[in-house]
């Protein structure tokens, strides 16, 4: 079964690039085929962290139109069942997409022939990740610890479960004039919390406002710890999960703990993934562990924008996994492992 799934940060530098290609090397491996979508218009670097020269046609050109499918742009990454689709490097000026050709790329991502369709995106909080981010239940947000990282990445939920309650309103609703008026006017610490809002304008418009929250309660963020030092480092994770919860009504699952590791910076000099470079680091090894959790997981992703009927099932088994999780200190539990 097809799973999308998208790598978002909040702060930009964090590690989502390393990441994507780590990750998708690391679930090739696992025998699945990969396809690795560089979404980070305007800034595209992907192809670099593989090895890959600068020369190929990319999303640049699906956006422009001069290339009609993305199965067209598919580019060999020289390892067995892992592709990647670049981004705008020859073909600019897509930094600021319109809702109709995200809407296109959700589309044709989900044609791609592949088990896994791993989408690094820009860093920010910017619709044009935030809408990429939300087209799956279950992205990834990767964090480093440190407070501004924790402090963007709340900031990047906090956008990704507003759009998705204004997306559930019609243009030119009412609903969706209140939503807009709620962000409009609210600032942090005074008022209504986002969670109160939705859950007030759901018991006064309960028609659309009860599929709004249901929308709402399916996003499950899967949070990747980048760059721990210590153990220690978990507690921010942990601090995001309250707030969220409390503030936004989101449940997180932790699903990374990875570790600080020179060899990064080495394999990305070296423009190959440090995964093929030494599988034994600290860093190759977490990926791996990311890897097969991932792998593991039970829950598919239909782009919730393109949802049918399926949507239901997805919701439930969004809800069950946020059960499994609860109450337990996963993260510290990650970091334990990854410090053995
Ligand atoms: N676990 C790690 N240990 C040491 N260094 C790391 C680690 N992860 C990332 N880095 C360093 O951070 C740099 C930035 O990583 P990367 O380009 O993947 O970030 P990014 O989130 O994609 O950035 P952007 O937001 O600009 O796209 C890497 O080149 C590497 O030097
Ligand atoms: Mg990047």
Not at 30 to 41: I, P, R
Not at 50 to 58: K, W
Not at 81 to 90: A, C, H, K, S, T
Not at 221 to 250: F, Q
């Amino acid at each position: 079964m097809q799973r999308i799934l998208p790598i978002a940060s909040g702060k930009g530098g964090v590690g989502k690039s390393v990441l994507t290609a780590n990750l998708g090397l690391a679930l090739a491996r696992a025998g699945k085929t990969v396809v690795l979508v560089d979404l980070d218009l305007g800034a595209s670097n992907l192809h670099t962290c593989l090895g890959l020269r600068n020369r190929h046609a990319g999303l640049g050109s699906f956006v422009w139109k001069a290339e009609k499918s993305l199965s067209g742009l598919l580019v060999e990454t020289g390892f067995e069942r892992l592709w990647l689709v670049p981004g705008d490097n020859l073909l600019p000026g897509t930094a600021n997409l319109e809702w109709n050709s995200k809407r296109r790329i959700l589309k044709e991502l989900s044609k791609l022939p592949a088990d896994f369709i791993l989408l690094d995106l820009g860093a920010g909080s910017s619709y044009n990740v935030v809408d990429f981010f939300v087209a799956a239940p279950s992205g990834l947000l990767v964090l480093c610890p440190e407070v501004t990282s924790v402090l963007n990445a709340y900031s990047f939920l906090k956008t990704a479960a507003f759009r998705i309650l204004h997306r559930s309103f019609p243009e030119g609703s009412e609903e969706r004039a209140e939503v807009l008026a709620y962000a409009g006017t609210k600032t942090e610490g005074s008022g209504l919390s986002f969670l109160d809002f939705a859950r007030g304008l759901a018991e006064r418009r309960p028609e659309r406002g009860g599929p709004a929250l249901e929308a709402l309660s399916r996003l499950l963020p899967r949070v990747v710890l980048n760059r721990g030092k210590s153990p220690e480092d978990a507690e921010l994770g942990y601090r995001l999960r309250d707030i969220s919860r409390k503030n936004l009504g989101l449940s997180l699952e932790f699903s990374g703990f990875l570790l600080e590791d020179p060899g990064v910076a080495k394999s990305v000099a070296a423009r190959r993934p440090l995964l093929d470079l030494d599988a034994s680091s600290p860093f190759a090894r977490g990926v791996q562990a990311l890897a097969t959790r991932l792998a593991q997981a039970p829950e598919a992703s239909p782009p919730l924008a393109t949802e049918g009927p399926d949507g239901e099932a997805e919701a439930e088994l969004a809800v069950a996994a946020a059960g499994q999780n609860e109450g337990e200190d996963e993260l510290a539990r990650l970091a334990a492992e990854a410090f053995a």
